[in-house]
Structure formats: structure tokens, C-alpha cells
């Protein structure tokens, strides 16, 4: 489970107003992305329930990992209804390249 979290940028999809991306490195550090500006948090991964906690300015979050397949990560703040959904970055960058040579392809 680590290494799928670990090994890739994953953009945030259900906030589309701003341009958020989530780095979970190897180390323990979350980086945060906005807008080209990075915030340092942290994670630690809880392999026996399936759930990650998120230290942000000293406030911890506790997720439940929803998702973790198909190039999406859905995590769900415990006791609520307030999910994260991201998309991992790079396929989602391969996804609209190849939208955009259709696009062009049909107006050439």
C-alpha cells in the first residue's frame, strides 16, 4: 500500500477551483502543492486498519483510504462525510494529452 501512495504525485480533484497536489514521500513528509506553493506536512500510514493520519500544522486528520486503485486515491476523514479525492497526476497529464491530439487531430 505504501509504495502505490509513495510513487506518485496525486492531484486533487474535488477542489477544482485551485491547482493542489499531494507528494506522499518515502520518508514520512507530505509536501502540498498550491497553486506552485509547497507546504511541508506529514503522513504515517496505518496498515492495519487501512488508514493514514495527516499532520498539518499541528492538527492531526485521520483517513480512511477508500481507494487506492485504478490511478485514483480516495481518502475519507474519519467520522464524516468530507472526502479527498485525487487522481494520480501523471496519468491524468497522459489522459489530457491525449485528449488534446483527438481535439486536434478532429480540427486539422
Known sequence: ??????NYNWLLVNDSS???IYTFRDNGELLITKNGLVE???FELIVDNNSVLITRSGI???YNIVNQKNDFLI???LSTDNTLIFANQ?????YLKSQLKELAKQNS
Open 90 to 94: 501523471t496519468k491524468y497529464k497522459d
Open 18 to 20: 485551485e491547482n493542489i
Open 40 to 42: 511541508r506536512a506529514s
Open 60 to 62: 492531526i486528520e485521520h
Open 1 to 6: 500500500m505504501k509504495s502505490y501512495i509513495t
Open 75 to 77: 481518502l475519507q476523514l
